[in-house]
């Protein structure tokens, strides 16, 4: 894998951290240091049906963040909508910090990982493309959609790794 605008120093050095921040939060958990706030947020599925010119149907996912919350979110396959209906959180990527008030619509990026603090109640809604068509399916969408890591991608998520393969 070469380096590439997409694995340039300073997004890699994010996701680095991304990733290492993600692992001591899980951590703190996991110790009972901190609470886990994903049960508190409310997550409603809706599909559109099958349609069958494009093989796909269109599922959106609908997330209540409670103020205050920190999440850290999964590594996406593919270009998707957002959309704020609600509340404002602050945003960071591997491409800076945003605040982000409802009402308002994105792209997420192919690949991307993002940290998500509630500034406020926020509902936040994501929309993709998918062969499945029902809650029962929401394993196998997972799989299509999210990426386990970076490296499946084509993106370096260390930079050691970075620096070792462009010496």
Request: aromatic share 6%; with cysteine.
């Amino acid at each position: 894998m070469l380096p590439t605008e997409a694995n340039k120093e300073d997004k890699v050095a994010f996701r680095e951290k991304i990733l290492t921040a993600q692992e001591r939060m899980m951590g703190l958990i996991a110790d009972g240091h901190a609470q886990d706030a994903l049960p508190e947020c409310k997550l409603t599925h809706t599909f559109t049906p099958l349609q069958e010119e494009f093989g796909c149907c269109t599922y959106a996912r609908q997330m209540f963040i409670p103020k205050g919350t920190l999440i850290i979110g999964k590594i996406h396959r593919h270009a998707h909508l957002n959309f704020i209906m609600q509340g404002r959180v602050k945003v960071s990527t591997e491409f800076g910090q945003k605040e982000l008030v409802a009402p308002c619509s994105f792209v997420s990026e192919v690949g991307l990982k993002r940290a998500v603090l509630a500034e406020e109640d926020t509902i936040w809604v994501t929309v993709h493309l998918t062969k499945f068509t029902s809650e029962q399916d929401l394993d196998k969408m997972e799989d299509e959609i999210i990426a386990p890591n970076y490296e499946e991608m084509g993106l370096i998520s260390s930079v050691t790794d970075l620096r070792r393969l462009t010496a």
